[in-house]
């Protein structure tokens, strides 16, 4: 699909930019590596903290002649940083470690997700779920996914709020099944 999309977009003359925040996660789903996922691309910027574990971070990738132009933007932009050795460090780590462990996030929100499903009150399809971010409903009758998240949080459970009833949670190498277990056990006292 980018592939088909990235060449009409060179017979159009124009570049293609993959942003790929979750490009690892998005790789281990497919069972594709990342490489090939970007191939067809001219320019990729992925997230060192969105799935790898980084304290902060994102990485463009692309030619060099594009990476020199927005090094230069960036500076313009007030963008610099200066030693950042400590971050670029945790950015290594990142990117050598961290991919070895997504397919176990991938499992522990598969393990969210089953465990969800059979509390009531919890509108979700598990099908869906294929990467480390578990969406769902809260039913209406039972509460607003303002007040679900703020009684969650008052339990040590985190969780952001995507709409009037949609809940969104995040598995992560922080995360384990205890982790989740317990979790689970905190949302079927809180609905």
């Known amino acids: 699909m980018i592939a088909d999309a990235a060449a009409h977009t060179h017979a159009d003359g124009l570049k293609v ?11 281990v789903a497919l069972g594709k590596s990342v490489a090939d996922i970007t191939r067809s691309v001219d320019s990729v910027m992925f997230c060192l903290s969105k799935g790898l574990g980084a304290p902060v971070g994102s990485v463009l ?23 950042a050795g400590v971050l ?8 050598e470690e961290s991919p070895k462990g ?23 399809d598990p099908a869906k779920v294929v990467t480390n971010i578990v969406m769902f409903d809260v039913e209406q009758r039972a ?9 969650l949080r ?11 009833q949609t809940i969104r949670m995040v598995t992560h190498c922080d995360v384990d099944r205890a982790h989740i277990t317990r979790a689970l056990e905190i949302i079927r006292n809180v609905l």
């Open 154 to 164: 008052e339990r040590g459970v985190l969780c952001a709020v995507f709409g009037p």
């Open 88 to 95: 670029a460090a945790a950015g290594l780590v990142a990117l």
């Open 143 to 151: 509460t607003t996914a303002a007040a679900f998240a703020a009684s």
């Open 102 to 124: 997504l397919a176990r996030d991938h499992e522990n929100a598969r393990f969210l997700a089953e465990g969800l499903v059979h509390i009531p009150g919890i509108l979700l």
């Open 61 to 83: 990738v692309g030619p060099r002649d594009f990476i020199a132009k927005a090094r230069l933007r960036r500076r313009i932009l007030g963008g610099a940083m200066r030693q």
């Open 17 to 27: 930019h993959l942003d790929g925040a979750r490009i690892f996660n998005a790789a």
